[in-house]
């Protein structure tokens, strides 16, 4: 497991592009034939993957957790960015199809992650925190999840929210999480931008059209800088930070976020006309 370090407020501000990334974004992930884990410091969140080919890959408790297994006192929530597969915890085998959710409850102690054709892989996109109480692992299909239509074409923002983690969804004791999908023509997510002090939040984009790339906005609203996104990046946010995006095509995201709460609405929105 890597261990990754964000930076503070004031440092990024004098950051080039190259500590920027280093500090923001983790661009290594979806490894074929490796499961990958990075340990970050938002919120204990822990970000990674599984890309099972000839073999099952199972979820190690890693060094850094002193655990004896990595859900002893942590929670996962799972999507699955690729082709079908199949994630097996504590004997029970829950097949998932491409962009299904698994939520993996605390106290779960076997877990491995196996694709149905190896030569066109599942891929397991994984974000994790620590949990305080057990919630059953639970698996969510497309339909599963609450929809919200957001945007409109005039505004380049039409784009539908896929909630699967959440209040009034599949329960757990931090972890939020869905997808989120940019209609034919618009390309902006998340704008108006926002905040949540209360909350850091994870986005992994995917489904971005081949020569296309996601320029994501991040840092203090009035104090941003971009972070250009390819297939499968994931761009890390603090609590200070605005995270949106904008595309040069439609693309789609993971978005997660653990913290203080879990209410979806405890925004600070920002005017668009106040970016800076
Ligand atoms: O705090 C919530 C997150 O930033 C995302 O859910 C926002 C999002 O997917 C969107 O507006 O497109
Ligand atoms: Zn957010």
Request: hydrophobic share 35%.
């Amino acid at each position: 497991m890597n261990n990754h370090r964000t930076s503070s407020v004031e440092t990024y501000q004098n950051f080039c592009t190259e500590d920027l990334r280093d500090s923001y974004v983790l661009d290594y992930l979806f490894t074929a034939g490796e499961l990958q884990l990075t340990y970050t410091d938002l919120d204990r969140a822990i970000v990674g993957s599984a890309v099972p080919t000839d073999s099952a890959l199972p979820l190690p408790a890693g060094d850094q957790l002193r655990a004896d297994f990595f859900c002893q006192r942590r929670e996962l929530g799972v999507i699955n960015l690729g082709a079908a597969g199949t994630i097996t915890v504590d004997g029970t085998s829950y097949p998932m199809a491409n962009r299904e959710c698994l939520y993996i409850g605390r106290g779960s102690q076997e877990v491995s992650f196996a694709s149905d054709d190896a030569s066109s892989p599942a891929q397991f996109y994984l974000l994790s925190y620590p949990a305080h109480a057990d919630y059953p692992t639970t698996h969510a299909k497309i339909e599963d999840a609450n929809k919200l239509e957001l945007g409109s074409q005039a505004d380049a923002n039409e784009r539908h929210l896929y909630q699967y983690i959440h209040e009034n969804g599949i329960r757990s004791c931090q972890l939020v999480m869905g997808f989120t999908v940019l209609q034919n023509g618009s390309v902006w997510n998340t704008m108006p931008p926002h905040t949540h002090d209360r909350r850091s939040e994870v986005y992994c984009y995917f489904d971005i059209a081949e020569g296309h790339q996601v320029a994501h906005f991040m840092g203090e609203p009035q104090e941003t800088r971009v972070l250009w996104m390819q297939e499968k990046h994931v761009a890390l946010s603090p609590s200070w930070s605005i995270h949106c995006g904008a595309g040069t095509n439609s693309y789609a995201f993971v978005w997660g976020m653990g913290g203080e709460n879990q209410r979806f609405d405890d925004m600070d929105g920002f005017p668009i006309t106040e970016l800076r």
